[in-house]
């Protein structure tokens, strides 16, 4: 014998806050894409994306995930960092952020290539709030230039940069 549930919506007695959910289940997951190219300075961090999010539980967690592709001037890199409501969350030192270097493939060599190198960056955030929280990525290049989205020699080739931002109870 199976048994089967069906049901509409699950409400608290008091109230559809009151619903405690199991830790580490996704409770909502929003998206926000870039489809234009970002140039970037050195030693000059600006945001050019960023994503809100409105938590349903105080105790939740903030899963940010965060893709692209980027290419830099030759000898260059690209450093990122996340801000929530204007300030840095990220564990940074000193003036870069976390350094994206030619082991993870977004540097260039001396040789002039200028491939678009994928990244992925992951942060877990606990914002202990449910008022809307808006995430951002700053970028900043190494030395000379670097472009989010695009490939160094060329401004028209342009690939989306993602920002997910998945609310986990806590």
Same mark, same amino acid.
């Given at each position: ?6 049901? #509409? ?105 200028? #491939? ?8 877990? #955030? ?45």
């Amino acid at each position: 014998m199976t048994s089967r549930l069906l049901v #509409d919506k699950i409400e608290g007695k008091a109230s559809s806050g009151t619903v405690a959910m199991p830790p580490g289940t996704s409770i909502q997951v929003v998206q926000g894409i870039l489809q234009t190219q970002v140039v970037h300075a050195a030693s000059s961090y600006s945001n050019h994306h960023s994503q809100s999010i409105t938590p349903k539980f105080a105790s939740s967690k903030i899963l940010i995930m965060i893709t692209g592709a980027a290419t830099a001037d030759q000898n260059n890199g690209y450093y990122f960092k996340i801000y929530k409501g204007g300030s840095e969350i990220t564990d940074a030192t000193g003036t870069g952020g976390t350094y994206v270097n030619d082991a993870q493939g977004v540097t260039n060599n001396s040789s002039g290539d200028f #491939d678009m190198k994928p990244f992925h960056i992951q942060y877990i #955030d606990s914002p202990n709030t449910t008022s809307t929280v808006t995430y951002q990525l700053y970028g900043s290049a190494k030395n000379g230039t670097a472009r989010l989205g695009g490939r160094a020699d060329n401004a028209d080739i342009s690939i989306p940069t993602s920002i997910v931002l998945m609310e986990i109870a806590g």
